[in-house]
Structure formats: structure tokens, C-alpha cells
């Protein structure tokens, strides 16, 4: 199994400019996040979906779009890139059983780096 | 909803030495509380988590220990080696759907 996976690995984008960052993972898990990690400020939930067609806010979500089609894909979109949105995203995902998403172990992708100019 | 606080924000301890990294949560219908390991430039990895039924779970130099009344969890790492250099994450479950809230981390040296 490759477990979670992120593309890309590095990105640099001008401010105002959209791009979609990928997740996938091959684990069957119906719990996925997104999370951005800055220095000093640990990991911060900004969407979550606890299965397909189902997606719901975190705690930073503005500036970021989610859409889940799929048990196996999450793709993170920005919309207008803003230098605030520097930061290094991680997707996660996780085994669920009976609407306790997130009480299990996540397994984080390898993550991408973003730095918007 | 959840708030996860971790203190100190760095450790550095003598390798051999044991290392004590607390978090306080403020949700006290939280009933899951993990810790992650990540290294420099790598994913944050679990290395070991508790649910509220139980006050202290080991693996073999790790441990963790919850008191559910004071709203606090501790990670112990006895006899610490310059590999368990990293920074290291607490986490309380929260809300509907039990989302995790993660502290600002703690950054464990170990010197050799």
C-alpha cells in the first residue's frame, strides 16, 4: 500500500493565483483532513470529510475550497493564493467507525510546501 | 471547542535521561488523546495514544499517563536516545466528529 499521498511536493505561486493540492490514499479509510503546519503554531485542522460527499470546516478555513467525490481523493483548492497561505499542508486520513472519525490514528501524507510571493 | 496547550515549548534532556512533555485540554467530553513524533522534514508519525477509560498505557519507553480530573495527559520517554530528538505533539478529540485539536508542539533535544 502507498498509504496517503500528496502532490506536489513544493509549490511556489503569485499572490492571486489558484491551484488544487492532491491527497490520495489506498487504505479505505472514510475519515480525511488537511491541516496546515507554521512554526510555532503546530498543526491546524482547515477541512475534514468523514466519507464521500460529506465535507465540513475546520478551524482555519477561509481562502480553502474541499470536495470529496471519492472514499480514495481530497483535494485541497485555493482560490486567490495570499502570502498568509505559506505554510507546509498535510493530508490525513483515518479509519472511522460509527461517526467517531477522528478518535483513531491518522496516517499524514508526506506533505506539500507552499509558498505563495 | 477543544484548546491543547503543551509546556514547556522546548526540552532538552542528557541522553539516558528521562523526558516528561505535559498537555492540558479544556474539552472534558474529550475521550481520545494521542501523541505524534515528527521529525525534522518528515510527517507527523503516532507514537502512542490513551482513551479516557484508562489512566496509563506503555510501549516500551514510552508511556502516557491521562488525569481526566486535573485535564491534563503526560508523555514519558525514559532512557532517551539522540533518535528520540524531535518535536512532539499532543492532541485532544473534540466535537461531532470527534476532530483533533493538536498543541503548538514541543521540541525534545537529547544531548549526547
Known amino acids: 500500500n502507498a498509504g496517503v499521498t500528496q502532490t506536489p511536493k513544493f509549490q511556489v505561486l503569485k499572490t492571486g493565483q489558484s491551484m488544487t493540492l492532491q491527497c490520495a490514499q489506498d487504505?479505505?479509510?472514510?475519515?480525511m483532513s488537511w491541516y496546515r503546519q507554521d512554526p510555532g503554531m503546530g498543526l491546524r485542522l482547515i477541512h475534514y470529510?468523514?466519507?464521500?460527499?460529506?465535507?465540513d470546516q475546520g478551524e482555519v478555513p477561509n481562502g480553502y475550497n474541499v470536495s470529496r467525490s471519492t472514499t480514495e481523493d481530497f483535494p485541497l483548492r485555493l482560490l486567490s493564493a495570499a502570502p498568509s497561505q505559506t505554510s507546509v499542508y498535510f493530508c490525513a486520513s483515518s479509519y472511522s467507525v460509527l461517526g467517531l472519525a477522528g478518535a483513531y490514528e491518522q496516517y499524514f501524507g508526506p506533505g506539500t510546501r507552499l509558498t505563495v510571493t | 471547542g477543544e484548546n491543547v496547550e503543551q509546556h514547556p515549548s522546548t526540552l532538552s534532556v542528557q541522553e539516558g535521561d528521562s523526558a516528561v512533555i505535559k498537555c492540558t485540554y479544556s474539552d472534558s467530553a474529550s475521550n481520545y488523546f494521542p501523541w505524534y513524533k515528527q521529525e525534522l522534514g518528515k510527517r507527523p508519525q503516532l507514537i502512542i495514544d490513551?482513551?479516557?477509560?484508562?489512566g496509563e498505557k506503555k510501549d516500551q519507553r514510552i508511556a502516557v499517563t491521562l488525569n481526566k480530573t486535573a485535564k491534563h495527559f503526560s508523555l514519558h520517554i525514559t532512557e532517551t536516545q539522540p533518535e528520540d530528538s524531535a518535536v512532539y505533539f499532543c492532541a485532544g478529540d473534540s466535537g461531532a466528529n470527534s476532530k483533533l485539536t493538536f498543541g503548538k508542539g514541543i521540541t525534545l533535544s537529547v544531548r549526547p
Open positions: 487504505m479505505n479509510h472514510e475519515y
Open positions: 470529510s468523514v466519507g464521500a460527499g460529506i465535507t
Open positions: 490513551i482513551r479516557s477509560n484508562v
